[in-house]
């Protein structure tokens, strides 16, 4: 911040001392008039005092004496607010060491003390963010191994379960043992998806690096579509496209967009049963390529819909692994999107709940 020469703290004080000196001279200089006037008056006892004076120290002594008397005195009450300022500052940087972050200074005056304030003010603020967000990421840590040591849990607990009654014999004939064998097959792929997830989720939130190519989104949601029809008659839907005629390209790394319309199209096909149908759409919308994936069936509750995209977010009744994944589908979506500078939403009403994903367009294809 530039400060201009007249409102510096330096000129300040050149300027105080000035009138300070100025203040001294003018009050000897009138108490010198009031003594001659005195004298003149001639008060016994005065005129003698002023005579003793003059003989004992001389009458530039006794003026020198009295203006620097005064002047110590008129500069000690020009500066007094600012050496309360300066107190002030130095009580509020100890409040600040102590720990309370949320102190701040008043501004008085743009000087080179205001600059100083309003810096410590700034500097505060930026502390006490640096720490809360040190603090949430450490909660978020500790949230983080909590849930991924419940989760891992239960298929793991299951797996020694299956695993020790086959090592114990305990079970009647080949057909239980091949069931008990199933069954721990079956959490060991789980557990290997959540580990899988939780690699991706990891990966994708520390801002890693990306390949860009020129993406048709068009072309790669009717490839997506085709291969997840045999999921679509299983789960007795259908799959409605509505894709325009020309080509929608953006700059993208090709396998992690897969990612994201991937966990989409599943996550509708594991609600959306009821509807019995999703659309998955494509458009143009402002420079951005816009892709949405819609099923219908009962909506979300509106509380729910902030939450969806929160790491390990399940719905209460999506705990079972049929229709319950890692929780992390979500979050690595939006992970993912957030990498290529996009935006993805989650929208339900009327019977209808719906995912928008928002990407820059290719830069050839903004204008």
């Not at 304030?117 to 963010?129: C, F, R, V, Y």
């Not at 069931?179 to 060991?188: C, D, G, L, Q, S």
């Not at 007795?236 to 953006?250: A, G, H, K, T």
Request: proline share 3%; with cysteine; net charge neutral.
């Amino acid at each position: 911040m530039n400060i201009k020469p007249w409102k510096s703290l330096r000129f300040k004080m050149l300027n105080l001392f000035g009138l300070s000196a100025l203040a001294s001279a003018m009050t000897a200089g009138f108490l010198v008039l009031f003594a001659i006037a005195a004298y003149k008056a001639d008060f016994p006892y005065f005129a003698s005092l002023l005579l003793l004076i003059r003989d004992e120290i001389g009458f530039p002594v006794m003026f020198t004496s009295t203006c620097l008397v005064f002047f110590i005195f008129y500069l000690f009450m020009l500066s007094r607010s600012t050496v309360q300022y300066l107190m002030e500052i130095s009580k509020g940087i100890e409040r600040i060491a102590a720990g309370n972050f949320d102190y701040r200074f008043p501004i008085r005056g743009d000087d080179e003390l205001g600059v100083l304030a309003a810096n410590i003010n700034a500097m505060t603020a930026q502390l006490k963010q640096s720490i809360e967000e040190e603090r949430r990421a450490e909660r978020t840590k500790v949230e983080l191994v909590t849930n991924v040591s419940h989760d891992l849990r239960t298929p793991l607990t299951s797996i020694v379960g299956y695993l020790g009654l086959i090592e114990e014999d305990r079970y009647r004939d080949e057909v239980e043992l091949r069931h008990y064998v199933r069954i721990a097959y079956e959490k060991t792929m789980y557990l290997k998806t959540m580990i899988d997830d939780l690699f991706e989720f990891t990966r994708t939130s520390g801002g890693m690096g990306l390949r860009l190519t020129p993406i048709n989104l068009a072309r790669m949601l009717g490839q997506l579509a085709a291969q997840f029809r045999l999921q679509f008659e299983q789960a007795e839907m259908e799959c409605l496209l509505s894709l325009p005629d020309q080509p929608i390209f953006v700059d993208a790394e090709g396998d992690k967009l897969v990612r994201v319309f991937e966990n989409l199209i599943v996550n509708a096909i594991q609600y959306g049963k009821d509807g019995r149908r999703i659309d998955i759409s494509a458009w143009r919308d402002s420079g951005q390529a816009v892709v949405e994936f819609a099923n219908y069936g009962e909506p979300l509750p509106a509380s729910v819909i902030p939450l969806l995209f929160e790491r390990f977010y399940r719905g209460e009744q999506s705990r079972s692994r049929n229709t319950g994944g890692s929780g992390l589908g979500l979050a690595i979506a939006k992970n993912i999107v957030e990498l290529h500078h996009g935006a993805i939403s989650a929208a339900s009403d009327h019977g209808r709940t719906s995912f928008t994903v928002r990407l820059p367009l290719a830069r050839q294809q903004e204008m």
